[in-house]
């Protein structure tokens, strides 16, 4: 006769299997959780993103005010180099504002498969080496010189560890040809929890920021420049796999507000203004 004891192991089998597979599941979850953050950045490796940006901005003038909408709608490719090099360029690319009076969507096929060299460290510290030289008829619509200055989020030289609080600063700044524009992000950020995007772990990383944008430039064929501040909040949420060291994923939307000034004139015209965007960046599969 079987020891009743010899069936209740028996039986308490299927339960322990669970539970050690359960256990297994985990374990990458922790070990990554223990990691370091680095964007993985193999020699020859390409990834592609879909990124859309859609913007309102309103013009508050005396008597009315003035709707701009625009939409930014892109596939890029990136591909890693030797020493913290990669190279970048659009695969697919749309570009539509509408003005109260005009709308404006530039063929955008001339742009494409042109190169951006960039310098890319592993925690996503992104500078713009070398921009190409888009079509004229791209002005007034997208600068897209700027594609990657708030690309990739940076990481934090600390284990994404639930809880996990940090802060920081990014500046960045360019000027030429009488053009200047400077950017500045104070960033907020706390590691909110763990998910799966496609059967991929990943980790969640909240951000409030405050941004400060300023840009100037002349104004064609007239003895006038145009000089701009704008202010505000945005709220962004990234999803980071730590395994696999790649960005799965940014939404951020933010709104900022300041004023447009018509300087050189026989007396300065300040305009307020107003600008709220969305913006989504995804991994292509």
Sequence with gaps: ???????????????????????????????????????????????????????????????????????????????????????????????????????????????????FVLAFDARGHVTTVSAPEFPASFGGVSDLTKQFYEFFPELPPRALTIGLTWADTVVRSDSGNGKYFRSTIIGRYTVAGDTVVQGEPATEIRANQSIVYEAGSPVPGKPLRTDTRLAGEANQVVLFAVGSGRMLRKQRSGVLRGTLNYVGGARPIAIPQSYAYDNTVEIVR
């Design 1 to 115: 006769m079987r020891d009743p004891l010899d069936a209740r192991e028996h039986r308490m089998r299927p339960a322990l299997f669970l539970v050690l597979a359960s256990l297994a599941a985990a374990a990458p979850l922790r070990t990554h959780a223990q990691q370091l953050p680095t964007y993985a950045r193999a020699l020859g490796d390409t990834i592609r993103y879909r990124e859309i940006t859609k913007s309102q901005s309103w013009l508050r003038l005396p008597q009315d005010s003035i709707l701009i909408t625009s939409l930014h709608d892109a596939t890029i490719a990136l591909t890693f180099l030797a020493r913290d090099t990669a190279r970048a360029w659009y695969e697919a690319l749309e570009l539509d504002v509408i003005e109260p009076n005009e709308r404006r969507r530039p063929a955008t096929t001339a742009a494409l498969y042109l190169p």
